[in-house]
């Protein structure tokens, strides 16, 4: 089976626009989550798609909003960019338990995301 | 919450056996606990997860004592490749107005550095 797929692996915006991260998961898997990583906060959780339906969030703020398709690939968008949103964003897919009952991710190469 | 807190960082030599304890006191009664290994530009990937006792399986032990406040991840005969950062990780739930957040709490992870 293929892995977890991110596109674009590497993005350059600057402050104040807006940055669209696509996933898509393993064949057959059903939850989506994503997370951003830093050298400064680690791995913070964002949120978890299951089924087209945000099923669990983290503590972010509302500019960081996602979406889930039919085909369980998802889409993480990013508004009003800030210097503070340069990180490595992670996708990570599983069947379907989701998050909560710590069901094991898979997690994608991520994309890199520098805001100047 | 529950917070995990781990060394920042060890190092070993290749044939050791290396233990990383991650300390997680206000653990809830549901929550399991999983170890991710990450390496640098790679998204984090499974190595084991437990409940409560002794779990092993092909790549390492996890053991968690009676009061499951911490857990201590084992790595038998350690490997120059198995140099990463390890994550440990507790399931975090909070309830607010009938929506539920599932929030993923990740240690700030521990470098670990294999010497020949």
């Known amino acids: 089976k293929a892995g977890v797929t991110q596109t674009p692996r590497y993005l350059i915006k600057t402050r104040g626009q807006q940055v669209t991260l696509s996933c898509s998961p393993i064949?057959?898997?059903?939850?989506v989550s994503w997370y951003q990583q830093t050298p400064g906060q680690g791995l913070q959780f964002l949120f978890e798609y299951f089924s087209e339906t945000q099923r669990n969030k983290g503590n972010f703020p509302g500019r960081f909003s996602g979406r889930q398709f039919s085909n369980s690939r998802s889409e993480m968008n990013v508004s009003t960019l800030e210097l503070g949103d340069s990180a490595l964003y992670l996708c990570a897919s599983s069947t379907g338990q989701g998050v909560l009952l710590q069901e094991t991710q898979y997690f994608g190469p991520g994309t890199r995301l520098l805001v100047l | 919450l529950a917070k995990t807190t781990q060394p920042i960082s060890m190092d070993s030599y290749e044939g050791q056996e290396v233990n990383i304890t991650c300390s997680h006191n206000?653990?809830?009664?549901?929550?399991?606990i999983t170890w991710y290994q990450q390496f640098p530009s790679q998204g984090p990937r499974f190595i084991i997860q437990?409940?409560?006792t002794k779990v092993t399986n092909e790549v390492a032990s996890l053991f968690i004592p009676a009061d499951r406040k911490s857990s201590t991840l084992s790595l038998p005969r350690v490997s120059l490749s198995d140099t990463a950062v390890y994550y440990c990780?507790?399931?975090?739930?909070?309830?607010?107005?009938?929506?539920?957040?599932?929030?993923?709490?990740f240690g700030q992870g521990t470098i670990l550095t294999v010497h020949p």
């Open positions: 206000n653990i809830a009664t549901n929550d399991y």
């Open positions: 990780l507790v399931g975090d739930v909070a309830n607010a107005g009938g929506t539920s957040y599932g929030k993923l709490t």
């Open positions: 437990g409940y409560k």
């Open positions: 064949s057959g898997h059903r939850s």
